[in-house]
């Protein structure tokens, strides 16, 4: 069973300091069948550890730094074992900061957290874990994991310019937006975020698979929103296409990201591009109310020659709507849809393109304006907004349709007295 987790709670926070250096100290090993195994599947805030110390993980750790690995012991009857934790700084271990998982469940991850605002940001640290059994015999330590403390985030937001939309002008729809993001001076600039919304998700999450194992989750191969600087420090390239239903104005935001993840200051990039719907004509003259109706769709042509047009979205708003339905394109970007006019205020057509390439163009809207559908009555007693009759003076009324139509039918007509 796999589960997901984004932040860097799932590992217990122990009392690291009323453990203290007296029980990680030495202890004699059992002479019975128990035998400590050093712990592993070491892992430091969700990422696998680095035993390189030229290549240490490079993380957030103002809130400490959880730490977990795999105690175990070779009793087969054991289902609790201890797994104690060391950190230090690498330029003076003598500084110890310890802690210890105690009743951790034999054979799966359990850790702590260590160092929770202590940590000197910039500083370099190893860390250290082993098991020990219910007779306190311990292990060996785990060779030291490295890590190095960023806790600051870019100071300056990244840049942003586009070769094909660029700002400050209208631009042909069609094509995806090529865009490219410079470090604007930041040495330590791993990669690039961007949302078309103005939010950022959350980032460096990890599913936790069997015997609680994380399984890290690197944003720079697993979000789209996501994409990775060439260098540290250098430029990432992206090729977009905006979602459907942004219009002509189109605002991206971009932060940049350092190696534990930090953002930088958001940058806004402004696109506008030019109106790119479907024109839409009627063919015939204007017909009948509830009878139907044929229309020709033509993608517009820097659209079409961008990327062929595969379909029309076409959206009809009247009396029984919404409704909506998908046209296949011919080769030429054309297509002709039947669609039956029920609105008595009127119908409308609201068509889209959606490109190959998947660019959705804006909507086109067609109305055929208000219809007068009411009946008209008459008497020639009764005059409309006049006088006639009167109590006991019976008249005639006459009701005529405004529209020709098989579902209309002609209401007899009485005399009736009628009181004004």
């Known amino acids: 069973m796999k589960r997901t987790v984004v932040g860097r709670a799932r590992v217990a926070v122990a009392a690291g300091a009323a453990i203290g250096l007296a029980v990680l100290g030495a202890v004699p090993a059992s002479a019975d069948v128990s035998v400590p195994v050093t712990p592993t599947e070491l892992f430091n805030n969700l990422q696998a550890c680095s035993t390189d110390a030229n290549a240490p993980v490079v993380t957030d750790a103002r809130l400490g730094v959880d730490v977990e690995g795999i105690p175990a012991t070779t009793d087969p009857t054991a289902l609790w074992v201890t797994e104690q934790f060391q950190l230090y700084p690498v330029s003076d271990p003598t500084q110890l900061i310890t802690g210890a998982a105690p009743n ?13 605002g202590t940590l000197v940001d910039g500083g370099t640290y190893a860390w250290q874990a082993r098991s020990v059994d219910a007779t306190g015999a311990a292990s060996d330590w785990t060779a030291p994991c490295y890590l190095t403390v960023d806790n600051t985030s870019p100071a300056q937001a990244p840049t942003i310019s586009s ?64 994409v990775r600087a060439d260098a540290l420090g250098g430029s990432g390239t992206v090729s977009l296409i905006p979602p459907a239903g942004l219009g002509s104005y189109l605002q991206l935001s971009v932060v940049s990201l350092d190696r534990a993840l930090n953002q930088s200051p ?29 229309y020709k769709l033509t993608a517009d042509p820097g659209v079409q020659a961008a990327s062929p047009v595969v379909s029309f979205i076409v959206q ?21 849809v039947t669609e039956t006019l029920n609105g008595a205020y009127g119908d409308m057509l609201l068509v889209s393109t959606t490109s190959a390439n998947g660019w959705t163009s804006r909507p086109t809207w067609w109305t055929s304006g208000y219809r007068n559908t009411t009946p ?32 209309v039918a002609r209401i007899p007509t009485r005399s009736t007295g009628a009181r004004r």
């Open 376 to 407: 008209t009555v008459a008497s020639d007693v009764y005059l409309e907004n006049g006088s006639g009759g009167g109590v006991g003076v019976p008249g005639t009324f006459n009701f005529t349709p405004k529209i020709k139509s098989a579902g």
């Open 163 to 226: 070769p094909n939309y660029p700002q400050g002008k209208a631009n042909q729809g069609g094509a995806p937006i090529q865009l490219q993001f410079g470090a604007n001076g930041v040495s330590d600039v791993a990669g690039y975020e961007f949302s078309w919304s103005g939010s950022f998700g959350v980032l460096g999450g990890a599913t936790i698979g069997d015997h609680g194992v994380p399984q890290y989750q690197d944003p720079f191969t697993t979000s789209k929103y996501v």
């Open 104 to 116: 951790a469940y034999h054979g799966n991850e359990a850790g702590v957290r260590l160092g929770n």
């Open 316 to 336: 009809h708003w009247g009396d029984q709507g919404p409704t909506t339905e998908t046209v296949p394109a011919s080769g030429n970007g054309t297509a002709v």
């Open 266 to 294: 958001v940058a806004y990039f402004q696109i506008v591009v030019k109106p790119d719907g479907p024109a839409v004509n009627q063919q015939g003259h204007s017909p009948q109310f509830g009878k139907p109706a044929a």
